[in-house]
T-cell receptor
């Protein structure tokens, strides 16, 4: 079962920042938080991951709460190409459990 | 992009026929995975492999078998396809070392009539 909770859908205006939340209240001390996104008709694409500290890469930033029970994926300037389903995932053993994710709509 | 290919990309078959899907990687990653994706369910793990000839079941393994005779190839077999196995199938690979990021293939759309 998915160990994370995300809103089903969100909307953003183009060129504005987007904050995608995720709750993972049962996270253990060694669980990495992974974010993937899936564009229409494509396989999931790695976005970013983190353990305790906030992380930045060329695609996004990941803000992790101090207690690690929640995190937020930040897209600094949404583009139409960012319209996708975003998944927040924890590993359990050797398995990733994907929930249904957040469907992001970007409005021109 | 990680070197992962899946074949075929699309397949239509009839109930009761055997079907084999192939995943091929050029990254020499230790772990390989098969997922299925259905509306309303996200991705669910079918089977995974942690080395040549080493496999284990995932969340939805009933009706599926797998084989891995070479590092680069992971086969998913439906011995007798059923309409409930109509789905999009994704292969993924990972190194097996934390954080163990998974990289996904383009998917195979299977329709069982």
């Amino acid at each position: 079962d998915a160990k994370t909770t995300q809103p089903n859908s969100m909307e953003s205006n183009e060129e504005e920042p987007v904050h995608l939340p995720c709750n993972h209240s049962t996270i253990s001390g060694t669980d990495y938080i992974h974010w993937y996104r899936q564009l229409p008709s494509q396989g999931p694409e790695y976005v970013i991951h983190g353990l305790t500290s906030n992380v930045n890469n060329r695609m996004a930033s990941l803000a992790i709460a101090e207690d690690r029970k929640s995190s937020t994926l930040i897209l600094h300037r949404a583009t139409l190409r960012d319209a996708a389903v975003y998944y927040c995932i924890l590993r359990e053993g050797n398995q990733f459990y994907f929930g249904t994710g957040t469907s992001l709509t970007v409005i021109p | 992009d990680a070197g992962i290919t899946q074949s075929p990309r699309h397949k239509v078959t009839e109930t009761g026929t055997p079907v084999t899907l192939r995943c091929h990687q050029t990254e020499n990653h230790r772990y390989m995975y098969w997922y299925r994706q259905d509306p309303g369910h996200g991705l669910r793990l079918i089977h995974y492999s942690y080395g040549v000839k080493d496999t284990d079941k995932g969340e939805v393994s009933d009706g599926y078998s797998v084989s891995r005779s070479k590092t680069e190839d992971f086969l998913l077999t439906l011995e007798s396809a059923t309409s409930s196995q109509t789905s999009v199938y994704f292969c993924a690979i990972s190194e097996g070392v934390l954080p163990d990021t998974q990289y996904f293939g383009p998917g195979t759309r299977l329709t069982v009539l």
